[in-house]
């Protein structure tokens, strides 16, 4: 397809594409922003957890990330999630669920963690 060519050079080392309708592409964008915003909010609560009991997130962030089922990425604690796509997408995801009634707990929470943060 013209798509495949396209995008050859950058598929070179494995498959990078994923063909799927409009739909699934648009979900797609959403779960992987949602879920990297809730690593982001996560640490946020675990560094408040850390300064309670005496312990140092830095550390923990980096044992955390040692394990290379969760890896290192979006682990830092701060001022909360931002730029144009994870506020935006974590929305998109809650507003879908709760059109088709389903409630997205994860993703709810994430959000309300973020607002506390900032």
Not at 13 to 39: F, Q
């Amino acid at each position: 397809s013209i798509m495949e060519r396209l995008y050859h050079p950058v598929c070179l080392k494995e498959e990078k594409i994923v063909w799927m309708n409009p739909e699934s592409a648009e979900m797609t964008k959403y779960v992987a922003n949602t879920m990297l915003a809730m690593r982001i909010s996560f640490m946020n609560e675990v560094a408040g957890l850390c300064e309670k009991v005496g312990a140092d997130v830095h550390s923990v962030r980096r044992g955390v990330g040692r394990d290379d089922r969760i890896g290192s990425k979006f682990l830092y604690s701060g001022p909360g999630y931002g730029g144009s796509c994870f506020p935006k997408d974590v929305s998109a995801l809650v507003h879908t669920g709760r059109e088709n009634d389903v409630e997205i707990e994860l993703a709810v929470a994430t959000d309300r963690v973020n607002q506390r943060q900032k």
